[in-house]
C-alpha cells in the first residue's frame, strides 16, 4: 500500500466524518464533542507537513470517518447514511465549481485567517468560532447553484447553534474535499478503487 494511496483514504474519510456530523447534528442536535473538534481544526490546517497533520497527526481521529467510508464501500445497507453520502458527494461536486473561482478561494482563506484569530482567544468548537465558520460557509459555498439541502429535524434546522455547527461542519467537509483532489483524488476512484481503499482503510485502522 504505497503512501498517496493511504493519503486519498484519509482524506476521504475526513469528508465522510464531516457529513456524518452534519447529519447527526441535524437528525439529533448530538455530536462527539472530539469529532467535531478534528473537523472543525481541519480547517485552520492550511499548511500541513503531511495529510494526517491536518487531523490533528493521527488517522485514529477520523476513525468515525474511516468506519462510515467502509460501510459505503461494503455497501452495508444497515449502516450506511443515505444523507452523509449526499452531502459528501455534493461536496466533492462543489469543491470542482469552488477551484474554478479563484476569488472566492481568496476569500474563504482570508476569512479563515481572520477565524484563526478566535481560536486563540476560545476553543475550536466555541459557539463564536463555529458562527464564524459558518457565516463562511453561508457566504460563499452555499451561494453556488447546486446547494446542500440539509434534511433532519425541523427543531434542530431552525436553532442558530445547530444551523452554525451544520455550516461548520460542511466548511470542515470543503477542507476535505480540497485535500483529496490535491493526493490526486478522483471520483472514478469511488467506483474503480474500491478493493485498493478498503485495503487502505483496514492499514489505517490497524495502527489506531
Same mark, same amino acid.
Given at each position: 500500500m504505497?503512501q498517496? =494511496?493511504?493519503? *486519498?483514504?484519509?482524506?476521504?474519510?475526513?469528508?465522510?466524518?464531516?457529513?456524518?456530523?452534519?447529519?447527526?447534528?441535524?437528525?439529533?442536535?448530538?455530536?462527539?464533542?472530539?469529532?467535531?473538534s478534528?473537523?472543525?481544526? /481541519?480547517?485552520?490546517?492550511?499548511?500541513?507537513?503531511?495529510?494526517?497533520?491536518?487531523?490533528?497527526? /493521527?488517522?485514529?481521529?477520523?476513525?468515525?470517518? &474511516?468506519?462510515?467510508?467502509?460501510?459505503?464501500?461494503?455497501?452495508?445497507?444497515?449502516?450506511?447514511?443515505?444523507?452523509?453520502?449526499?452531502? /459528501? &458527494?455534493?461536496?466533492?461536486?462543489?469543491?470542482?465549481? %469552488?477551484?474554478?473561482?479563484?476569488?472566492?478561494?481568496?476569500?474563504?482563506?482570508?476569512?479563515?485567517?481572520?477565524? *484563526?484569530?478566535?481560536?486563540?482567544?476560545? /476553543?475550536?468548537?466555541?459557539?463564536?468560532?463555529?458562527?464564524?465558520l !459558518?457565516s463562511?460557509?453561508?457566504?460563499?459555498?452555499?451561494?453556488?447553484?447546486?446547494?446542500? #439541502?440539509?434534511?433532519? =429535524?425541523? *427543531?434542530?434546522l #431552525?436553532?442558530?447553534?445547530?444551523? =452554525?455547527?451544520?455550516?461548520?461542519?460542511? %466548511?470542515?467537509?470543503?477542507?476535505?474535499?480540497? &485535500?483529496?483532489?490535491?493526493?490526486g483524488?478522483?471520483?472514478?476512484? &469511488?467506483?474503480?478503487?474500491?478493493?485498493?481503499?478498503? !485495503?487502505?482503510? =483496514?492499514q489505517?485502522?490497524?495502527?489506531?
Amino acid at each position: 500500500m504505497n503512501q498517496q =494511496d493511504l493519503d *486519498r483514504t484519509l482524506a476521504l474519510a475526513g469528508l465522510f466524518q464531516a457529513a456524518t456530523l452534519v447529519e447527526k447534528i441535524a437528525k439529533t442536535a448530538q455530536v462527539p464533542e472530539h469529532e467535531l473538534s478534528v473537523c472543525i481544526n /481541519s480547517i485552520f490546517a492550511t499548511n500541513p507537513d503531511s495529510v494526517t497533520d491536518v487531523y490533528g497527526g /493521527s488517522a485514529g481521529n477520523v476513525t468515525a470517518g &474511516l468506519r462510515a467510508l467502509r460501510d459505503v464501500l461494503q455497501r452495508n445497507h444497515d449502516a450506511v447514511k443515505a444523507d452523509a453520502i449526499r452531502y /459528501s &458527494l455534493t461536496l466533492i461536486h462543489l469543491e470542482r465549481k %469552488l477551484r474554478g473561482n479563484p476569488g472566492m478561494m481568496n476569500t474563504i482563506s482570508e476569512r479563515i485567517d481572520r477565524a *484563526r484569530d478566535q481560536v486563540r482567544h476560545f /476553543s475550536p468548537t466555541h459557539e463564536n468560532v463555529l458562527a464564524s465558520l !459558518a457565516s463562511i460557509y453561508l457566504d460563499t459555498i452555499s451561494t453556488f447553484k447546486t446547494r446542500i #439541502q440539509v434534511m433532519g =429535524d425541523i *427543531r434542530h434546522l #431552525q436553532n442558530q447553534a445547530c444551523a =452554525d455547527k451544520i455550516r461548520a461542519a460542511l %466548511l470542515a467537509g470543503m477542507r476535505s474535499a480540497i &485535500l483529496w483532489r490535491q493526493v490526486g483524488g478522483r471520483r472514478w476512484h &469511488l467506483v474503480f478503487g474500491r478493493n485498493k481503499m478498503l !485495503a487502505a482503510i =483496514d492499514q489505517l485502522l490497524k495502527g489506531h
